[in-house]
T-cell receptor, first 114, second 114 residues
């Protein structure tokens, strides 16, 4: 069965620090990859997505992610975090033959200290 | 309009009540989803509707009954729920279930079962 693992359960950073959140998936076929963010009290929003092409994708709010097929990874990065980036971050995977089933990682809670 | 709306925002119900959650999208999407999310956990897929037909039921108890009256609307009928069913119920939609489309999430209905 497919699975997604996020390496960090809770990350605490100071403002202006750099961020990297790890995400690995287990599936040998073609996948599409997503990072969603859930700010406190708000709904899930798409940060960025990878379908094909350039493995370095840029999303909203200065986030980017790199797809490394050989490592089955899709890590999220941001050079300099802000207090407003405090949120829960979910990596997710979907494959073509699963009827639209989106598989989520367990999530990483990011706390940014002002 | 890239919005998925859900009503009500909050719902408190007793274990013998019958209630319904409503979800609406006007993006012309033909796939709609119900997820359940517990605090600090990722969304768990419950049901998928593709072209108004139920295509995936993730072994959800029969006290949850989905309905898709038309391509824009999705309901979740609730009956004889248990306190452990208290959670945030999310609706999502995508262009179809082909696996290469992002899912847009609504704000959710926070359900409390007493």
């Amino acid at each position: 069965a497919q699975s997604v693992s996020q390496h960090n359960h809770h990350v605490i950073l100071s403002e202006a620090a750099s961020l990297e959140l790890g995400c690995n998936y287990s599936y040998g076929g073609t996948v599409n990859l997503f990072w969603y963010v859930q700010y406190p009290g708000q709904h899930l929003q798409l940060l960025l997505k990878y379908f094909s092409g350039d493995p370095l994708v840029k999303g909203i709010k200065g986030f980017e992610a790199e797809f490394i097929k050989s490592k089955f990874s899709f890590n999220l990065r941001k050079p300099s975090v802000q207090w407003s980036d405090t949120a829960e971050y979910f990596c997710a995977v979907i494959t073509y033959n699963q009827g639209g089933k989106l598989i989520f990682g367990q999530g990483t809670e990011l706390s940014v200290k002002p | 309009d890239t919005e998925v709306t859900q009503t009500p925002k909050h719902l408190v119900m007793g274990m013998t009540n019958k209630k319904s959650l409503k979800c609406e999208q006007h993006m012309g999407h033909r796939a709609m989803y119900w997820y359940k999310q517990k605090a600090k956990k990722p969304p768990e897929l419950m049901f998928v509707y593709s072209y108004e037909k139920l295509s995936i039921n993730e072994s959800v108890p029969s006290r949850f009954s989905p309905e898709c009256p038309n391509s824009s609307l999705l309901n979740l009928h609730l009956h004889a729920l248990q306190p452990e069913d208290s959670a945030l119920y999310l609706c999502a939609s995508s262009q179809d279930t082909g696996g290469y489309n992002e899912q847009f999430f609504g704000p959710g209905t926070r359900l409390t079962v007493l």
